[in-house]
């Protein structure tokens, strides 16, 4: 009967290992979560928080019909990906000139607890209705100020 209490001691610490691994999962969807709040309360600061540096991977990719239709329009336009910046996005977003909105869905973190690695679909909008929609990924690494975005990588379809 003694035994009882120190194996519920003893299984209560093998459970100890998840809510480590759990921990920089939350600690990332608290800056996914940041993320949207900002995004949506023309906070550019705050979305400039979450980023590493201004020198950050920024790369958008259109989709084969968003492509066509650019390439349509801009003759001058020759691949469906372009290099974008921090700074770009947080002027737009600080403008305040459109309200905007990014909904994600089906949110996957993968983490060594180091690094780590964000996906998900994205529905973007602009004054309440979808501008474009999509998939993005954003690669963070922990720093002594916590998780930041490293690089994002996002597909574009309108």
Same mark, same amino acid.
């Given at each position: 009967?003694?035994? @009882?209490?120190?194996?519920?001691?003893?299984?209560?610490?093998?459970?100890?290992?998840?809510?480590?691994?759990?921990?920089?999962?939350?600690?990332?969807?608290?800056?996914? +979560?940041?993320?949207?709040?900002?995004?949506?309360?023309?906070?550019?600061?705050?979305?400039?928080?979450?980023?590493?540096? +201004?020198?950050?991977?920024?790369?958008?990719?259109?989709?084969?019909?968003?492509?066509?239709?650019?390439?349509?329009? @801009?003759?001058?336009?020759?691949?469906?990906?372009?290099?974008?910046?921090?700074?770009?996005?947080?002027?737009?977003?600080?403008?305040?000139?459109?309200?905007?909105?990014?909904?994600?869905?089906?949110?996957?973190? +993968?983490?060594?607890?180091? &690094?780590?690695? &964000?996906?998900?679909?994205? +529905?973007?909008?602009?004054?309440?209705?979808?501008?474009?929609?999509?998939?993005?990924?954003?690669?963070?690494?922990?720093?002594?100020?916590?998780?930041?975005?490293?690089?994002?990588?996002?597909?574009?379809?309108?």
């Amino acid at each position: 009967m003694s035994l @009882h209490p120190a194996f519920s001691a003893f299984a209560l610490l093998l459970t100890l290992p998840c809510f480590a691994a759990d921990a920089p999962k939350a600690e990332i969807q608290h800056a996914v +979560d940041t993320f949207q709040a900002a995004l949506k309360a023309h906070d550019a600061k705050s979305v400039s928080s979450l980023f590493l540096n +201004d020198n950050i991977s920024w790369y958008t990719s259109l989709g084969d019909a968003s492509f066509t239709s650019v390439k349509a329009r @801009h003759s001058e336009v020759t691949t469906a990906y372009k290099a974008g910046t921090l700074k770009q996005f947080t002027d737009f977003i600080g403008s305040g000139k459109v309200q905007v909105e990014e909904r994600f869905h089906n949110i996957r973190i +993968d983490t060594d607890g180091t &690094v780590a690695s &964000v996906y998900f679909d994205f +529905d973007f909008l602009a004054d309440g209705k979808i501008a474009n929609h999509g998939a993005e990924t954003w690669q963070m690494i922990h720093t002594p100020d916590g998780w930041k975005i490293a690089a994002m990588l996002y597909s574009s379809n309108f």
